[in-house]
């Protein structure tokens, strides 16, 4: 049995692709979804949104009854809608589309892996940080040049930086737990650019998802150029940008960082040279540190700076 779930906060609407039952809709509570989840015959399919943590008591207790659950990106949905020519849109419109969704599409899809208690903290706390590094850089553009309110504006900026090294702390604390965690911390962090925080963000990713090799690694973390080519038309290649967007962006500030070191710094001209933006030559680097770190976690290894000479890497 197929079957597409709308998720919200406080209801879920569901919808069966084989017409078994009509749509309905359940509270988004623990009680009511396992008495429903119960009623599903073995071997069901469930596919929803990831839509913020809203979804993950449905798609925990479903992965937990030995149902495949799979968790679809909004924007494949919304896509899959324009294409089969949906004219409005409702939570049973929804749910009816993603139902149908995963009967046609599940071949393709990869099933949920419920993260462990720490994954799951370590990834929130990396998205919290972020909203409060962007907050910050809000606020300081906002009271820009108003002097009246500058002293408080210092005193509110100053509560935000210690809030953000809590974070901090409590990231190291994390990558500290398990032994082989730790080990593998350090060794991210022997790649020039990488610092704690970027490693932290790459490990909770590595940790989480099964990756079989490095382009997939590169393609979900949407450091991956999109083809768009027709006939002899070559179009410009652009980032797909999906996946998790501060991971994105904290690769990026490494390769910034690392561009200015002795070891990245041919690499950065060497792409200047070969007529690519900075931007464009970042998000080259960027990507490279990122296979790399798919590489140390993959053999348990450490960065070897040799293999960096100009010529080694394409």
């Not at 409005?88 to 990869?110: M, N, Y």
């Not at 500058?150 to 509560?159: E, V």
């Not at 999109?226 to 070559?234: A, C, F, I, L, W």
Request: charged share 25%; aromatic share 6%.
């Amino acid at each position: 049995m197929n079957i597409g779930v709308d998720v919200a906060k406080t209801e879920i609407v569901v919808a069966c692709a084989e017409g078994t039952w009509p749509v309905k809709s359940l509270p988004n509570e623990k009680n009511a979804l396992l008495a429903w989840l119960n009623t599903l015959p073995p071997g069901s399919r469930l596919g929803l949104e990831a839509t913020g943590s809203y979804h993950e008591r449905l798609a925990d207790l479903a992965h937990a009854h030995g149902f495949t659950v799979l968790l679809l990106n909004p924007k494949d949905t919304r896509y899959y809608a324009k294409a089969m020519g949906q004219r409005g849109k409702t939570d049973r419109v929804d749910a009816r589309l993603i139902a149908r969704l995963v009967a046609h599409e599940h071949p393709h899809l990869i099933p949920y892996t419920p993260p462990t208690a720490e994954q799951r903290r370590l990834t929130r706390l990396i998205q919290r940080r972020a909203k409060l590094v962007t907050v910050q850089g809000t606020l300081r553009q906002t009271l820009q040049g108003v002097a009246d309110f500058q002293a408080d504006l210092n005193a509110l900026l100053q509560h935000l930086d210690q809030l953000i090294a809590r974070i901090d702390a409590e990231l190291k604390r994390l990558m500290t737990l398990q032994p082989e965690r730790q080990a593998a911390y350090r060794r991210l962090q022997t790649i020039v650019g990488v610092g704690p925080l970027v490693a932290a963000g790459l490990l909770s990713l590595l940790e989480r998802v099964p990756f079989t090799h490095g382009d997939a690694f590169i393609a979900f973390l949407g450091l991956d150029p999109r083809p768009k080519d027709s006939g002899r038309r070559v179009g410009r290649r652009r980032l797909s940008k999906r996946g998790p967007s501060e991971l994105r962006r904290l690769l990026y500030n490494a390769a910034s960082s690392a561009s200015k070191s002795k070891l990245w710094k041919p690499w950065y001209e060497y792409y200047r040279g070969k007529g690519l933006s900075s931007t464009a030559a970042l998000v080259v680097i960027a990507r490279k540190i990122a296979r790399i770190a798919f590489s140390l976690y993959r053999h348990n290894t450490s960065f070897d700076p040799s293999r960096l000479a100009i010529g080694s890497l394409t």
